[in-house]
């Protein structure tokens, strides 16, 4: 498969622990967030977003958590198992009247059997 | 089944040959944009448009052009393909104008520019 990134980040887990994966965002102005999975050889897919308006958002084995004070998202996944192994990234998405994602470089999780 | 489909997957390419990767989705969706995914650097925008006839510059524009002449379409263009336009490009589509909405990406087109 393709490497998305040599030289990101890694956080390695066990089978069945729960993963947290950290995100600093840039824009104090950004009122929707989502975190993005990209297995090798794939384009990026949505697993969970969020706004600004919010500060906790659970999905199925996902949970988002947003601190707008610190400019911080996490993203945590329960059991994670060996499909979730990828890169995850979050994307921020300013205020209204621009239509610019900005991504973040990525995280890969490595899940360890 | 609603998708992005890019083409090429995988281009190899000499330095100055006109190229074209074509976008094409199937969600009747007005925002399209363009990204390059370098290592350490994450995803940087190219060229978005927000829709048929409407485009502008992202982050990186210098070196590539886009059209958008229906919506379904969204091709990225080099003109003068050199070296530093290795990538790996993706296309990206979402339902309205971008904000608050995801962005549905294609499979990705591995650029070698010898």
């Known amino acids: 498969g393709e490497s998305v990134g040599l030289h990101l980040p890694t956080l390695s887990v066990q089978e069945g622990d729960n993963s947290i994966i950290n995100c600093a965002y840039s824009n104090s102005a950004s009122d929707y967030f989502i975190w993005y999975k990209q297995e090798s050889g794939k384009g990026p897919q949505f697993i969970i ?3 600004s308006n919010m500060d906790k958002r659970q999905g199925q084995r996902v949970t988002v958590l947003l601190n707008k004070t610190v400019k911080h998202l996490s993203l945590q996944i329960a059991a994670t198992q060996p499909g979730d192994s990828a890169v995850y990234f979050c994307a921020e998405i300013p205020a209204s009247g621009t239509y610019k994602y900005i991504f973040g470089t990525g995280t890969r999780l490595k899940v360890l059997a | 089944e609603a998708q992005v489909t890019q083409n090429p997957r995988y281009l190899i390419t000499v330095t100055g040959k006109k190229l074209t990767v074509t976008c094409s989705q199937n969600m009747n969706h007005e925002y399209m944009s363009w990204y390059r995914q370098d290592p350490g650097l994450g995803l940087r925008q190219i060229y978005y448009s927000m829709n048929v006839e409407v485009t502008d510059k992202g982050d990186v ?3 590539y052009k886009v059209s958008r002449k229906e919506k379904r379409n969204f091709p990225l263009i080099l003109e ?3 070296p530093n336009q290795t990538s ?7 339902p309205r104008t971008g904000q608050n909405t995801e962005a549905f990406f294609g499979q990705g087109t591995r650029l070698t520019v010898v």
């Open chain 1, 49 to 51: 977003d969020i706004r």
């Open chain 2, 61 to 63: 524009p210098e070196g």
């Open chain 2, 80 to 82: 003068s393909p050199s």
């Open chain 2, 88 to 94: 790996l490009y993706f296309c990206a589509s979402s």
